[in-house]
């Protein structure tokens, strides 16, 4: 089972992620999906032991209190092999440098192509249409 | 020491001594002192040689009393008038006897000269007898001191005339004298100065020379000549050092000048480029605050956008009806967030067809209320509470209507929002909206309070800033305030807000009453 944590301050991206993944993974495999509202929620959940081991995280850049960079730098030093999506409104260079220098998988632009994504998350999540 | 240079004509020479004051007054002055001098000394050399004389005459008396008394008492007694004659002949020769009187037995027996009545001096004797002490008779005599006098008067005038004459005569030569030696020579120095002074030819190295005899020592003129001489070299040196230093100073004017020119040309120069790179700035400035507004724009619509098309894209392949409900609502609701967005540019772009016209401000802001109240519904249980209206009179004004019932309305929904946020920290608050209008001289004042969260004083101005949010995201896109700020403005009027932290806001547009564009 692949799980995938998903972070936005916005409620209504947690349904469509639900949504848009359940149609992608329903022919690639079971999918636990975590969302969270914060940056400080979602680091609280990965430095929880009791928590399943995440195979991914999906975060929003702009967010108060902690935006996504600095979710990345701390996940990065929590653990290096996590692959991190960066998504971003924002579509500049400076951003994409950033998110790269820092560590991150991809960086992702809205609106979401959930094809495209489907196909990055198989790609790096070495999925097989079962 | 008499010059006899100067050939002048005895016309000349009369004008001169007509108008040349300094010998005149010389003239004058000496012929004043003199004859004063002369006037004093010779009254006092009279005085004392009357004096003198007039002593001599008086001794008469004595002479006549110690003399001639006894014996003519003697000659009485014996009435010998043959030797009282001869002795009275005598006495009466007596230089300045006038007037002589013997008279015995109340007759005269002689009498000699005439007797001046006027005459003060005069002596009786009594002429006694040796032996009894009788009296025999008396001598009248009278002394002569008026010829004395008029003898002195006539001396005193005849010596002032040949004083006066003789003191004339000193003086008229003195006159030439003084003129030839000096005058004429100091006329000559003047009349120097004053050709040089007038033909302005400084530079005329002539000396000046006076046209005088030798003579073996050196005077005060030749002192004055030299003086005047040495004073001109050193006036044409100092004008010769003046003229260089004249000359140096112009050329060093044109040096500052043709420097200041060159100065000037560059920092014209400068100016330009200034200019030109300010104006590049500026464009540049304007490019990249319109990339920036760009890309806020693009982040803000990308957002919504973003549910719009996944949403819509799920909505075609579901047969959930509860889902398909739940993602039209979320489609809608981010649909209405575009078409907000793109309002509130074209607003602040000024690009909308809103028109100046005459409307009641009371009704706008009722109307305001109203479409914030209908259009919260959709996305929020808050039921705000009953506004508090303070309406003013009379508030008929030119305004664009519907950007200003769109622009109170945001300041009203930020106020609803901020009761709803209290509400929510705080149940037993009784959340309270003031909506005021008032006409304040030639200003409408639109008054908007609430006693909700209030503003963090950290924020200030920048609460108009664009896309400055303190809402949860989707809730708002940061541009209902600057959307406000900026109707306001184009009204001519403000908007300003005071706050207390955690207590109230109280927004205030001023807008004003009478249009002037």
Excluded at chain 2, 165 to 175: M, Q, W
Excluded at chain 2, 255 to 280: P, V
């Amino acid at each position: 089972m692949i799980q995938i944590v998903i972070v936005d301050d916005e409620a209504d991206t947690h349904l469509l992620y639900k949504l848009k993944m359940k149609k992608i993974f329903s022919s690639m495999g079971e999918l636990n999906l975590v969302s969270f509202l914060n940056a400080p929620d979602c680091l609280q959940y990965l430095k929880d032991k009791a928590s399943p081991a995440t195979d991914l995280i999906l975060t929003d850049i702009n967010m108060p209190d902690m935006d996504g960079f600095e979710l990345l730098q701390k996940v990065k030093q929590l653990n290096g092999k996590i692959p991190v999506y960066m998504v971003s409104a924002y579509e500049s260079v400076e951003f994409r440098n950033k998110a790269e220098n820092l560590g991150a998988s991809r960086f992702i632009s809205k609106p979401v192509d959930f094809n495209s994504l489907g196909e990055l998350l198989r790609k790096d999540l070495n999925l097989e249409p079962s | 020491m008499f010059d006899k240079c100067c050939v002048t004509s005895l016309k000349t020479k009369w004008k001169n001594f007509r108008t040349n004051s300094l010998s005149l007054k010389l003239l004058i002055a000496t012929w004043a002192v003199s004859s004063f001098a002369t006037l004093i000394l010779t009254a006092f050399q009279l005085f004392m040689d009357y004096q003198r004389d007039f002593d001599k005459l008086q001794n008469n008396f004595a002479i006549i009393k110690n003399s001639y008394l006894d014996s003519m008492a003697e000659h009485l007694w014996s009435y010998d008038t043959r030797l009282l004659e001869i002795q009275l002949d005598g006495l009466s020769r007596l230089q300045g006897v006038g007037y002589l009187k013997l008279s015995a037995d109340s007759k005269i027996i002689y009498e000699s000269g005439k007797s001046d009545p006027s005459e003060d001096s005069y002596k009786r004797f009594e002429i006694f007898h040796k032996n009894t002490n009788e009296v025999l008779g008396s001598l009248d005599v009278e002394l002569d001191v008026k010829s004395l006098r008029e003898k002195y008067f006539t001396e005193a005038i005849w010596i002032f005339i040949r004083q006066a004459g003789k003191t004339a005569i000193v003086v008229f030569f003195l006159y030439f004298i003084f003129n030839q030696i000096l005058v004429v020579h100091i006329r000559s120095i003047a009349q120097f100065l004053r050709l040089r002074a007038a033909q302005g030819d400084i530079r005329n190295n002539t000396p000046l020379i006076l046209k005088r005899r030798e003579h073996p020592r050196e005077d005060e003129l030749d002192i004055l000549v030299a003086s005047i001489n040495q004073f001109r070299t050193d006036i044409l040196e100092a004008y010769d050092k003046l003229e260089t230093l004249n000359q140096a100073l112009e050329h060093k004017v044109e040096e500052r000048t043709r420097q200041l020119t060159t100065k000037n040309e560059s920092l014209e120069k400068a100016m330009f480029q200034i200019k030109r790179m300010q104006a590049t700035l500026v464009a540049q400035e304007r490019l990249a605050s319109l990339g920036s507004l760009t890309a806020s724009v693009a982040h803000e619509i990308r957002n919504p956008l973003n549910f719009v098309l996944n949403f819509s894209e799920l909505l075609s392949d579901s047969d959930d009806p509860s889902e398909v409900h739940e993602v039209s609502r979320v489609i809608l609701k981010h649909s209405q967030r575009i078409d907000q967005i793109v309002r509130s540019m074209q607003i602040l772009s000024g690009h909308d067809s809103d028109q100046l016209e005459t409307a009641d401000v009371n009704e706008l802001v009722k109307k305001a209320y109203q479409q914030t109240i209908t259009n919260r519904s959709l996305a929020s249980s808050f039921l705000p509470p009953k506004v508090n209206y303070r309406l003013g009179d009379n508030l008929m004004v030119p305004v664009y209507a519907t950007s200003l019932a769109r622009a109170l309305g945001n300041v009203i929904e930020n106020a609803i929002y901020a009761l709803e946020k209290k509400t929510q920290l705080d149940k037993d608050y009784v959340p309270e909206l003031t909506i005021s209008t008032s006409l304040k001289g030639d200003t409408v004042e639109i008054s908007v309070r609430d006693n909700g969260v209030g503003v963090p004083g950290i924020l200030g101005e920048k609460i108009f800033d664009p896309f400055l949010t303190t809402k949860a995201p989707g809730e708002g896109a940061g541009l209902g305030l600057t959307v406000a700020f900026n109707i306001a403005q184009r009204h001519g009027g403000t908007l300003k807000y005071s706050s207390d932290f955690g207590a109230w806001t109280e927004f205030v547009m001023s807008l004003p009453a009478t249009q002037e564009r």
